[in-house]
């Protein structure tokens, strides 16, 4: 399934779905007095999870996904950045780990092509290039994405996976200052 025929809505709700429950049951346990227990239909709940602020920023990035609505990169990496926090940054840690396996999951997908289109096709290099230009190997390049010391992004309609540029050429100053 492409990004061109994956459901958006479909994964924007089970996305909202998931961080409520995750809160509710979270908040369940810290202070069961402010968790009311407020009878809601799955689709009046539905409706507000949507209206939510987190659910206008999954619907502003699924248009971007899909070529809808244009917006400014930062905007955009913010948005990006707000919903893998949420998703992924366990309270007490100091920092989150995004899992690559997240990036083959629907909401991956549709996180990526939206970061994809925040970008200029001359400001992405390829892997092969990035590894190239630094004097490394591929699997190191995959590393450092996965450290996030190369930013990269993946246009879902190719299959192919971008390094931003300038992370290129500032990781090169770094190494050649180094050395």
Do not use: C
Request: aromatic share 8%; no cysteine.
């Amino acid at each position: 399934m492409d990004s061109q025929t994956l459901d958006y809505q479909r994964v924007i709700d089970e996305a909202l779905r998931l961080l409520y429950s995750h809160h509710y049951r979270l908040m369940s346990r810290l202070l069961p007095r402010a968790v009311e227990q407020v009878q809601m239909s799955d689709e009046e709940l539905l409706a507000e999870l949507r209206a939510s602020p987190l659910g206008q920023v999954l619907q502003r990035l699924a248009a971007v996904a899909q070529g809808k609505l244009s917006e400014r990169r930062e905007r955009i990496l913010e948005n990006i950045e707000l919903v893998l926090q949420l998703l992924f940054w366990a309270p007490g840690a100091e920092d989150y780990s995004v899992p690559r396996s997240f990036w083959e999951s629907e909401l991956g997908r549709l996180l990526s092509q939206a970061k994809y289109r925040a970008y200029e096709p001359s400001e992405l290099v390829s892997i092969g290039k990035a590894a190239q230009d630094l004097g490394v190997t591929r699997p190191t390049i995959y590393r450092w994405m996965d450290e996030r010391k190369l930013e990269y992004v993946r246009d879902e309609h190719s299959g192919r996976t971008f390094i931003i540029r300038r992370d290129v050429e500032a990781l090169r100053q770094q190494l050649q200052q180094s050395a």
